[in-house]
């Protein structure tokens, strides 16, 4: 099993950044993609990007690409979502995932989520 916690959410102002961080304990080794989602309130839960855990090949929705980064620290177990110039259509759940294949998904493992408002 793999765990997942989510943290770095918060409220911030429109044009403003966050970094969310996601560490995965316990059989990390079989990891090899990790993603973001999100999920605002009243829709579906959507994609927002994710990581090749070995080569840090990184993919983004259209939505956030150029204001999103991910990136992974593999000796931490931990990736990063740098959000920058964010709008308060991002106001949303934030959730990591874990995925023990290249190509997914299907994603294996979920975090619990952190709140992400941005105000106007």
């Known amino acids: 099993q793999v765990q997942l916690v989510e943290s770095g959410g918060g409220l911030v102002q429109a044009g403003g950044s966050l970094r969310l961080s996601c560490a995965a304990s316990?059989?990390?080794?079989?990891?090899?993609?990790m993603g973001w989602f999100r999920q605002a309130p009243g829709k579906e839960r959507e994609f927002v990007g994710r990581?090749?855990?070995?080569?840090?090949?990184?993919y983004y929705a259209d939505s956030v690409k150029g204001r999103f980064t991910i990136s992974a620290d593999n000796a931490k177990n931990t990736v990063y979502l740098q959000m920058n110039s964010l709008k308060p259509e991002d106001t949303a759940v934030y959730f990591c995932?874990?995925?023990?294949?290249?190509?997914?998904?299907?994603?294996?493992?979920w975090g619990q989520g952190t709140q992400v408002t941005v105000s106007s």
């Open positions: 995932a874990a995925g023990s294949k290249t190509i997914v998904p299907p994603w294996d493992y």
């Open positions: 316990g059989r990390t080794f079989s990891i090899s993609t």
């Open positions: 990581v090749t855990w070995t080569t840090g090949r990184t």
